[in-house]
């Protein structure tokens, strides 16, 4: 089965700067792979998603940008962070074939001061 | 935009009640899943239902599917205290592949 680290847990940025959040997933070859954002409270909003390396698709217009260096690893990035990105960000891939059940990592907890 | 909207939005019970919550969504659906978070982790998956499916048990869930009304409950039988989580229903569209689109999630309290 999939598992999906996420690094790192938390992060406290302050406006202006950069970021990088990093995804990585076991178990699985080709995965999709998927960022949402939650704002607190909230449900998640889709960001990003991947069906394979180089290849991304962004579902909101936003300050943020996302990679697929390897098959396996997914990166968030921002060049200048704003408060609005503040949230919970969750990496997700999918079980491969229909019905897509969806497999979460653990989050990273962003907040920009 | 999500599509899927749950109500209610909190639900606070006692132990050994039982606890039912609502999903409603706009577009014709290949499947309608429900997921659970707890505070401050990832999602977990916890049931699938299928367009063609009316009715679905694991354990103390009970899911049911109402392709005409657009809507779906999930129902948590015997709460326990450590039911306590955010709940979550997920739809993937006709048209939308692998993605889902989640609600706006059901917090549900259960005291022991």
């Known amino acids: 089965s999939q598992t999906i680290h996420q690094w790192p847990a938390t992060l406290v940025q302050p406006v202006g700067s950069p970021l990088s959040l990093e995804c990585t997933v076991e178990g699985t070859s080709n995965p999709n792979l998927y960022w949402y954002r939650q704002a607190a409270g909230r449900g998640l909003q889709l960001l990003f998603y991947?069906?394979?390396?180089?290849?991304i698709s962004s579902e909101v217009p936003q300050n943020l940008s996302a990679s697929r260096p390897q098959d396996r690893q997914f990166i968030l990035s921002s060049k200048k962070l704003l408060l609005s990105d503040s949230g919970f960000y969750l990496c997700?891939?999918?079980?491969?074939?229909?019905?897509?059940?969806?497999?979460f990592g653990p989050g990273t907890r962003l907040t920009v001061t | 935009s999500q599509q899927g909207e749950e109500d209610p939005q909190a639900l606070s019970i006692q132990e050994g009640e039982n606890a039912t919550m609502n999903c409603s969504y706009k577009t014709s659906i290949n499947n309608l899943q429900w997921y659970r978070q707890n505070s401050g982790r990832g999602l977990v998956h916890l049931i699938l239902?299928?367009?063609?499916?009316r009715e679905k048990h694991s354990g103390r869930l009970r899911v049911t599917l109402d392709t005409s009304k657009k809507s779906s409950s999930l129902l948590i039988t015997a709460s326990r205290a450590a039911d306590t989580a955010s709940y979550f229903c997920?739809?993937?569209?006709?048209?939308?592949?692998?993605?889902?689109?989640f609600g706006e999630g059901t917090q549900l309290t259960v005291n022991p």
């Open positions: 991947s069906v394979g390396i180089g290849q």
């Open positions: 997700a891939t999918n079980s491969g074939s229909p019905p897509y059940e969806q497999y």
């Open positions: 239902i299928r367009s063609n499916e």
């Open positions: 997920a739809t993937d569209g006709k048209t939308s592949g692998s993605r889902l689109t």
